[in-house]
């Protein structure tokens, strides 16, 4: 990580002091920072059929949301102030968008979510709201004022698909230059108007509700649960109700569930580990177009080295591994070449033990990892 990167603070001074707590601004945090694309491949990119994008424009005090893919007409028909095109997941479009993610790394892969960049021209925005995760906002070419509010008052408007904010008054006020970032935290309410025609990056994390964990859990459990058993009365009353259901039978329910739905700690790494590195639904992977043996593919990993594919997710738990929704373990160098792996995202070029390279050959083959390519191809997913 760049020293610049949390203005002169420690990355354990940051997490102490702000990380979930409080607002950070830090001027120059990735100096000469001028952005990872133009305003024509933003509205390019969000013409694509699977890019996850929305345009946002202000009407006086209207707002209006719209879903793209949109068409380059769309971008042609718009005025010339107030709207703001945001595009999610930047960093599986753009190789520079991968690695200005490792500049944070010191935060917790599992708990990254992916880079969104706006484009906005002046007086574009989407409003002033409240997100539920953490997030750094890094800005690129043009300046922004954000405002901010750490406030109890988080009511929204009725009937806005945006979740606007009923009341915003900021009670602090700047103007972000390309380079300057500002951390929030969880609902710090904020606003960013660009004062010029400006892009603003964010990195945001994920933090998913206990309702979403629970039923993730109770879905995992539910493949796994083997209960064995039948509901049996031997004891049965006679029925001076026969509609009524005997509350006997209803504490044998009972009694049985609270015997036989549970789970061990391991059962709960496990989901949480298969959960976390699920690649979200609208992505796909293009399995490998070459083919290749498994001695010609170890030998091109010597030669070249690994990276994994940008919408892979890779994460471990002492030497059990997590790798899109997958759970396999590996023993000694394995485990260690793994988890440089899921570290650092690429391997160099060199030997790795075999039982790791039968792993990486399947994750090869369905197209979650790739051969090294230094090359900086911009915008090289886009058809
Ligand atoms: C934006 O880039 O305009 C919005 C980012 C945010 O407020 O979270
Ligand atoms: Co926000």
Redesign the pocket.
């Known amino acids: 990580m760049r020293d610049t990167l949390l203005g002169g603070l420690t990355p354990s001074d940051f997490l102490t002091r702000h990380w979930h707590k409080s607002p950070l601004r830090v001027q120059q945090a990735i100096p000469d920072f001028l952005g990872l694309l133009t305003p024509a491949e933003i509205k390019r990119l969000a013409t694509h059929p699977t890019v996850q994008t929305r345009l946002i424009l202000r009407q006086g005090k209207r707002w209006v949301l719209r879903h793209g893919p949109f068409r380059p007409i769309d971008f042609k028909t718009l005025p010339d102030k107030n709207w703001?095109v945001?595009v999610q997941e930047l960093n599986h479009w753009v190789p520079e968008g991968e690695a200005l993610l490792r500049e944070f790394d010191f935060l917790p892969h599992a708990r990254l979510d992916d880079l969104?960049v706006?484009y906005?021209v002046p007086g574009g925005?989407?409003g002033p709201?409240f997100?539920s995760y953490d997030?750094f906002?890094l800005q690129g070419f043009g300046t922004r004022r954000w405002g901010i509010a750490e406030t109890e008052d988080l009511e929204l408007l009725p009937d806005s698909d945006l979740k606007l904010l009923r009341r915003f008054s900021p009670q602090a006020q700047w103007d972000l230059e390309a380079g300057d970032m500002l951390y929030l935290p969880p609902h710090c309410a904020?606003d960013?108007v660009a004062l010029s025609e400006c892009f603003?990056y964010?990195i945001g994390f994920r933090a998913p509700t206990y309702q979403e964990w629970v039923e993730a859990f109770l879905d995992f459990l539910r493949d796994r649960l083997q209960v064995e058993g039948r509901y049996a009365d031997p004891d049965l009353n006679l029925s001076v109700h026969p509609g009524e259901i005997p509350l006997a039978l209803i504490a044998q329910v009972d009694r049985m569930l609270r015997q036989q739905v549970r789970w061990t700690h391991q059962q709960v790494a496990e989901c949480v580990g298969r959960y976390l590195s699920e690649p979200k639904p609208h992505l796909f992977f293009e399995p490998a177009e070459e083919s290749l043996t498994l001695e010609a593919f170890g030998l091109r990993c010597l030669q070249q080295g690994l990276q994994l594919d940008p919408r892979s997710r890779l994460l471990f738990s002492g030497k059990v591994f997590y790798f899109n929704g997958d759970r396999f373990e590996l023993r000694r160098k394995g485990a260690t070449q793994m988890r440089c792996l899921a570290d650092t995202r690429k391997l160099s070029a060199g030997a790795m033990d075999p039982e790791f390279m039968k792993v990486l050959y399947d994750a090869w083959q369905a197209g979650w990892i790739k051969f090294f390519d230094s090359r900086i191809e911009r915008l090289s997913h886009r058809a």
């Open positions: 703001t945001l969104m706006s906005a925005g989407v709201h997100d997030v906002l904020h960013g603003t964010s």
